[in-house]
């Protein structure tokens, strides 16, 4: 009888892993083939070859890149570097790419950048935050860009219990900011449960110096956020499940959903076009070629534009796809004035015309 109670326990353990695994495959577009789109002009960015996981572009014209990003998980072309921010000016015919100096007395060497978010001040200081993780934890990185000498100037380590596992930060004043977090669990192995299970625990957290706290949860992996050029709304995408969730932001910073856009797609960073207030989210068609990655069949790269956000029926169209012969594992796609930025996570970036 014991034997039997043991068997049939673990047929329905299987049986239920195996459920689970089935639409684990289903989430990541395991079988999916992205579809051709191209832009009427693209090349590659030179001296961009590690990751350009995100892009922040200052109403100026000059974006910021995060580079050499290391995930659990993921592939990692260099390993034994560090992370770097890069800046490029889109007013320049032919925008060049530049590594910024960082101050002495920051940890430069375990530097691990993701998500970043840039703040201008009164007194139009530019600060750029950054998620990092130093030996695999994470912490927010506090700069002030220095324009003239093209470098960034180390201000502060910010950590708190509820920033852990963070993957994008969106700054909406000094020291305020909104992040996610993409994982509950930091465990590698838990982590793989957690995905398996689709438990759903993730959230965005707010953060200030005087309050940290849970602004909004239920997202199976929350990934990029932003906000709406208005900075009523903020956005936030849920990788796994393949949506953007639209949140209203209150005087007290709390969120409350508004409304979920299905992409159909594995939504990953966020920016909003300062033109027209469209959402462009970087995107991997088949998340199963970014997890198991195998170079002869690589992870394609897929860009979306969301316009008309908040009515019944938003505008979804592709701006830009490929099968990963010419870009890997699209991260992020940010616009200025017709120019298009396209990151990924560990390999080359794009500077297109549209």
Not at 160 to 167: A, D, I, Q, T, W
Not at 168 to 197: C, K, S, W
Not at 217 to 227: L, Q, W
Not at 328 to 336: F, K, L, N, R
Request: charged content about 20%.
């Amino acid at each position: 009888m014991g034997r039997l109670m043991v068997l049939t326990l673990l047929g329905v353990g299987l049986a239920l892993i195996g459920k689970r695994l089935v639409a684990l495959r289903q989430r990541a577009n395991a079988s999916r083939e992205v579809e051709p789109v191209e832009p009427r002009y693209c090349h590659l960015i030179e001296g961009l070859e590690n990751g350009s996981e995100d892009i922040d572009i200052l109403p100026s014209g000059l974006a910021f890149i995060s580079s050499g990003l290391k995930y659990p998980g993921m592939p990692n072309f260099a390993p034994n570097e560090p992370g770097q921010i890069f800046l490029i000016d889109l007013n320049e015919p032919n925008p060049r790419v530049q590594a910024l100096n960082i101050s002495d007395g920051f940890d430069k060497a375990s530097f691990n950048p993701h998500g970043i978010s840039t703040f201008i001040d009164e007194d139009h200081t530019v600060y750029l935050y950054v998620v990092n993780h130093p030996h695999m934890k994470s912490t927010v990185e506090k700069f002030k860009f220095e324009e003239k000498q093209r470098s960034l100037v180390h201000l502060k380590t910010i950590k708190h219990e509820l920033l852990k596992s963070l993957n994008d930060i969106v700054v909406l004043g000094p020291e305020q900011f909104y992040a996610t977090r993409d994982h509950y669990f930091t465990n590698f192995f838990l982590v793989l449960l957690e995905i398996i299970m689709d438990l759903r625990w993730t959230y965005v957290v707010f953060y200030s110096p005087g309050e940290v706290k849970v602004a909004a949860k239920g997202f199976s992996s929350a990934n990029g956020i932003t906000v709406s050029l208005d900075k009523k709304y903020i956005y936030a995408a849920d990788v796994t499940a393949q949506n953007i969730h639209v949140l209203k932001k209150h005087e007290n910073w709390d969120l409350t959903q508004v409304k979920v856009i299905h992409l159909g797609t594995l939504v990953d960073n966020l920016t909003v076009d300062p033109d027209t207030g469209d959402i462009w989210a970087g995107c991997h068609p088949n998340g199963m070629k970014l997890l198991i990655y195998n170079p002869e069949d690589p992870p394609g790269s897929e860009v979306l534009r969301i316009r008309n956000v908040l009515s019944e029926k938003p505008k979804i169209s592709t701006e830009y796809g490929n099968n990963g012969s010419v870009i890997q594992g699209s991260s992020v796609a940010a616009v200025y004035h017709g120019k298009l930025l396209i990151g990924t996570v560990f390999h080359k970036a794009l500077y297109c015309l549209f």
